[in-house]
């Protein structure tokens, strides 16, 4: 801050995208944080979450330390020949598919994106919205998108972290052969990692 002394305050870190007001959270018990989850519990966050994601079965949840957590998973839990990022986008998604040694294709517009669906072996990753610009695709074109990866044996993943500020969501498409969708607490809740 120092090149902007005459900067308000107080200051917001913005660079992050995690809300800077922090879910209103009474702390637990000490001895809850020092075990695992109870299957119960566990339950009762994908229920938790289904309802909130329009979701009609909670078993199309799957809870992760974070999205991050899960951005890094799916590179090793899905087989791909290669992927294709409708880009710039956030960093992530690349770095975790690199590490895996698959072969990546930045993409900037969404008909290239279209055309990569219909290659199988291909995984499609976008962000909607997008990180950092914003960009913002309507839910019925990425649900065509999932069609067509559905036809072709490909598989789409819409990483939703912001989709909380645009109120448009392609999770209650849920399940669909073809999907992914990754949603997030940090950027509305101020809950990262969870």
């Known amino acids: 801050m120092a090149h902007f002394p005459g900067a308000p305050r107080p200051y917001y870190d913005l660079s992050t995208g995690i809300s800077p007001y922090a879910y209103p ?3 637990p018990d000490p001895a809850v944080l020092a075990r695992l989850p109870e299957e119960d519990e566990e339950a009762d966050l994908q229920a938790a979450a289904a309802f909130a994601y329009g979701l009609s079965n909670p078993d199309m949840v799957v809870a992760g330390a974070g999205s991050q957590s899960l951005i890094a998973l799916l590179p090793r839990l899905l087989p791909a020949q290669r992927v294709c990022l409708l880009g710039p986008t ?4 690349a770095q975790a598919w690199r ?7 930045q993409v900037t517009d969404p008909t290239a994106l279209e055309q990569a669906a ?4 291909t995984v499609c990753v976008v962000c909607n919205p997008n990180n950092p610009d914003g960009r913002l695709l309507s839910a019925d074109w990425l649900h065509t998108l999932a069609n067509t990866c559905a036809a072709h044996g490909t598989v789409l993943i819409v990483d939703e972290a912001f ?14 052969p073809a999907l992914v969708v990754l949603r997030s607490f940090g950027k509305t809740y101020g809950l990262p990692g969870v």
Do not use: C, I, K, N
């Open 25 to 27: 959270l009474r702390m």
């Open 99 to 105: 590490l895996q040694g698959v072969p990546l294709q």
């Open 118 to 121: 219909t290659q199988p072996g």
């Open 90 to 93: 956030y960093s992530g998604h």
């Open 163 to 176: 989709a909380d500020f645009e109120q448009q969501s392609v999770a209650p498409l849920l399940p669909h």
